[in-house]
């Protein structure tokens, strides 16, 4: 049934491209189609990268002609409405932007078009002059077969630390200057601690196999018996007790659809939803972080704030959703490594103990990764693109 809708999708996307291809010819030189940047992150949401470097770019270059994709009905398109220039995202007028832009920017790769599926398969068969710019989702620790050079088809790929730029470069397969060191956008916002929230923030990533599964397998998989037995067990509802905390669960956004699955009687436990929750927001606004493999731990290393990595089964993760890359949890990891709830516990009830200072040799690594521990990413970014047509 998946194969027989996208098929459909696909007959549909064909036909409309084609009439934005004739259309094109007619309306490329209207005002609203010259030098136009388009920017994006998956068309339904306004909360990562290219939020912010769209909103960067309304305040420090209004001059340009950029305009932001997004669905009529997501529940970040107030928010980015304030900004101006918004293109319905689907839409007719967003094919002739997709096909008449002079760049396009999104933080996931072909992100910016009218179906991320279909332009990534066959993109390359229709017109294109833009300068496409891979701002990123997070930063790369393992091997990313899809986002290697045979996959894409980028002029910049953006890159936040060292080692992550130092492994993709040398194994992705890109042209030199393409895998540049510039930094993500959204750091820009992440605030150093201040007074403690007393809410500690869980954000386990998802698994490739989830992705074709109801929700009846969904609830029979060990990921969902782990974390659900860990929103309800015993040892964590004593530290949130004794300590008076809340814990926020707020997984990958793969598994929002499967989030009434998982229910709690802790009223000291909180589930969060996508339409009444940001991610950076949840980052800012907690003390500590429990995620599995999830790169939004560089998030809080960023913010030198403690993390702990609740890693059940590495073996299975390794064989079916990621391949280890230049990143090794126990030599580079900004936090200690927990297999079972009770470790996950006992690591927490230390970090509440310490007045939430990560461990001198976690601070360190924190240190040394980043390339960059400022908020000029936007600006970086700008020039790099900007850079492409001298």
Avoid at 149 to 158: G, H, K, R
Avoid at 170 to 194: A, E, M, S
């Amino acid at each position: 049934m998946y194969k027989l809708k996208r098929l459909f999708i696909y007959i549909r996307v064909i036909i409309v491209t084609l009439a934005a291809v004739v259309v094109s010819l007619f309306v490329k030189r209207r005002p609203e189609y010259k030098e136009l940047w388009i920017v994006s992150e998956r068309g339904v949401d306004a909360r990562d990268n290219a939020y912010h470097f769209f909103k960067y770019l309304r305040r420090e270059h209004p001059e340009l002609n950029a305009v932001y994709i997004i669905s009529g009905d997501s529940p970040d398109r107030e928010k980015v409405a304030s900004l101006g220039n918004l293109v319905e995202y689907g839409s007719f007028r967003h094919y002739l932007c997709y096909l008449l832009a002079k760049v396009r920017v999104s933080t996931h790769i072909d992100g910016y078009s009218p179906d991320i599926l279909f332009f990534h398969k066959f993109g390359k068969l229709f017109p294109d002059h833009a300068k496409k710019i891979f701002l990123q989702h997070g930063i790369i620790k393992d091997d990313l077969p899809f986002c290697h050079a045979e996959q894409t088809n980028i002029d910049i790929f953006v890159c936040s630390a060292v080692p992550e730029f130092e492994y993709v470069e040398k194994n992705f397969g890109y042209k030199p200057g393409i895998v540049q060191l510039t930094g993500l956008c959204r750091y820009d916002n992440l605030k150093k601690p201040g007074q403690p929230t007393r809410k500690l923030l869980f954000m386990p990533t998802w698994r490739s196999a989830l992705r074709t599964c109801n929700k009846k397998t969904f609830a029979q998989s060990d990921y969902f018996n782990t974390y659900n037995s860990f929103l309800n067990s015993q040892a964590l509802a004593g530290l949130l007790e004794k300590y008076d905390y809340e814990l926020i669960f707020y997984p990958h956004f793969e598994v929002h659809r499967f989030l009434d699955c998982f229910e709690t009687n802790n009223a000291r436990v909180k589930i969060a939803d996508f339409k009444n929750n940001d991610v950076q927001d949840l980052l800012i606004n907690s003390d500590v972080l429990i995620t599995d493999y999830s790169s939004i731990f560089f998030d809080y290393a960023y913010m030198r704030k403690p993390l702990v990595y609740y890693q059940y089964n590495e073996a299975e993760f390794r064989e079916g959703h990621y391949k280890q890359g230049y990143f090794e949890y126990g030599r580079d990891g900004f936090g200690p490594i927990a297999a079972t709830q009770e470790d996950v516990v006992e690591t927490l009830h230390r970090f509440l103990e310490n007045n939430l200072q990560p461990d001198e040799m976690y601070l360190e690594r924190m240190n040394t990764f980043f390339k960059y521990n400022d908020t000029e990413n936007c600006r970086r970014n700008f020039e790099a693109i900007c850079r492409l047509f001298d």
